[in-house]
T-cell receptor, first 113, second 111 residues
Framework: KAGVTQTPRYLIKTRGQQVTLSCSPI?????VSWYQQTPGQGLQFLFE???????NKGNFPGRFSGRQFSNSRSEMNVSTLELGDSALYLC????????????FGEGSRLTVL | AQSVTQPDIHITVSEGASLELRCNYS??????LFWYVQSPGQGLQLLLK??????LVQGIKGFEAEFKRSQSSFNLRKPSVHWSDAAEYFC?????????FGAGTRLTVKP
């Protein structure tokens, strides 16, 4: 069974640009969550999608957005990039049971210059 | 609001020595508790989880954790550390997809 796949793994952007990251969940998983990981702030929850609907949202500005497609694949977009957006962006999928075990991808490392 | 505290930012142990990583949580009810491990440049891998029942849970790679309700703790242990255990360890608490992570504990293993 394939794991969670994130693309691209690495990317470099400049301030003001926008970026789109992609996440393919484990087959059968309908919930996809996104996290931002930085050395200073640790793992911070961005948002969670289930059946193409955003169910939960963390405390991030509106420049951070996401969506989920009918096949459960998800994308997140960051517009008007800032230096502080440099981070590892992790996607996690789950079966959406009460126990909520998350399965993580390897992440997309974004560097903003 | 639920929260997780990992008091130790960095721990160094010698290979073969025992290990205990601390985790304290704050939650209104009995939470679901998890330990994840992250190797450099990788995503997070689930080590073990506690939902209910026996308070001592066994995980992968020889790790175990004990849930202590009275202390609101869920500490991770391993009797003998291997060099390959060097990584960052995250404790998490959650229900459904509302998952909160601790700040992590970085483990260094000395030869």
């Amino acid at each position: 069974k394939a794991g969670v796949t994130q693309t691209p793994r690495y990317l470099i952007k400049t301030r003001g640009q926008q970026v789109t990251l992609s996440c393919s969940p484990i087959s059968g998983h309908r919930s996809v969550s996104w996290y931002q990981q930085t050395p200073g702030q640790g793992l911070q929850f961005l948002f969670e999608y289930f059946s193409e609907t955003q169910r939960n949202k963390g405390n991030f500005p509106g420049r951070f957005s996401g969506r989920q497609f009918s096949n459960s694949r998800s994308e997140m977009n960051v517009s008007t990039l800032e230096l502080g957006d440099s981070a590892l962006y992790l996607c996690a999928s789950s079966l959406d049971t009460e126990t909520g075990e998350l399965f993580f991808g390897e992440g997309s490392r974004l560097t903003v210059l | 609001a639920q929260s997780v505290t990992q008091p130790d930012i960095h721990i160094t142990v010698s290979e073969g020595a025992s290990l205990e990583l601390r985790c304290n949580y704050s939650y209104g009810a009995t939470p679901y508790l998890f330990w994840y491990v992250q190797s450099p440049g990788q995503g997070l891998q689930l080590l073990l989880k506690y939902f209910s029942g026996d308070t001592l849970v066994q995980g992968i790679k020889g790790f175990e954790a004990e849930f202590k309700r009275s202390q609101s703790s869920f500490n991770l242990r391993k009797p003998s550390v291997h060099w390959s255990d060097a990584a960052e360890y995250f404790c998490a608490v959650g229900v459904g997809n509302d998952m909160r992570f601790g700040a992590g504990t970085r483990l260094t293993v000395k030869p």
